[in-house]
């Protein structure tokens, strides 16, 4: 049997690490997995993380089965985290996963079973892992276009065009914010012309929302989610807590159907829960207890925000300042792109030469396509990565 077995593609995001970890250069910098690094490039737990698992060490009496779709407590809460009083409660089934990678899963499985013919359109680029379970599950992917090389920016025309050739019933997979992997994102006029155009042709949208509170704010972050659950019939949320929480080991995350038609709720709920006991039976607790507890607890909450917030403005910071530099080197304006994107990613625009050049001569390690991970950054490696894309010829 196991003669039988090919080999797969490694994942781009995870072989990087493992070349990463082993380049013996002492000067390398990591600029790849999407994981937060501190100035001393820790990855810290955060505090009310921390104040949270004390707690539930001291309170906790069980760790028997909770339910298929994981704690109620933890789908309310982050509901309100996500999507405000955007909708109304009636309107949410969801189904706590393993990490944002499994409410995607999820969702990608609950689509190939309520509409088999559905294809799922994708932004060109995105997440490759979103690609990577679309063909393991053998679901019709169609690009559209996204990401504008020579701004740095959202190639809107390009974008809607590509959707204009979209069927009812196709699904359009969407960046709730801080895209994966360009950074550059919807203004809120061209997210109300993408609803429109959702409404006028019958597609259902999926969000994917893993960077909530790493761009704008978390409130600010979670206004696309909130206009287009409140503005479309249905569509499917996909949510991750490893990033904005920090508990990337403890895979958290959360599947929403949302429709506004209440009375579906039930069936939705069912199906989430039927998914969860066919993939893996009961979702992973103990980071959604953790979660929980934070988010209604007025003093744990109040410090993860804060410290949350740090992490934003850490990150806003290092983007201005190489995109400061790199002006300074080149004398032009050609990267405040990088200023102006969000989240943890940015979209370099250059080739997989260059890519390869930066690694060999510099010990800078991006993704093949240029994603930067910015939170890889620090005071001293800015100057340096800024010498480096302009020592190639970026
Ligand atoms: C990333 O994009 O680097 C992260 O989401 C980590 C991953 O699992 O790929």
Redesign the pocket.
Known sequence: MFDQLKSQPA?K??ALMQAFKDDPREQKIDL????YKNAEGVTPVMRAIKAAEHRLWEEQQTKAYVGLAGDPAFADAMIGLILGDAVPREAVAAAATP???GACRQAFELIRMATPGARVFVSDPT???HLSILSYLGMDVVPYRYFDNETGGVDFDGMLADLRAARAGDVVLLHGCCH??TGANLNPVEWQAVIDLLNESGLIPMIDI?YQGFGDGLEADAAATRMVASRVPECLIAA?C??NFGI?RERTGLLMAVSQDTAQRKLNQDTLAFLNRQNYSFPPDHGARLVTMILNDEALRADWMAELEDVRLSMLSLRQALADELQRLTGSDRFAFLAQHRG??SRLGTTPDLVEKLRAEHGIYM?GDS?M?IAGLNANTVPVLARAIVDVGV
Do not use: C, E, H, Q
Not at 32 to 35: A, D, K, L, M, S
């Open positions: 994942d995001i995870l790849g997995v999407g994981v990490g944002g990678t997440w490759p892992n994966n992997p893993a991750s490893s990033k990337y943890m990613f993704i994603r991970n």
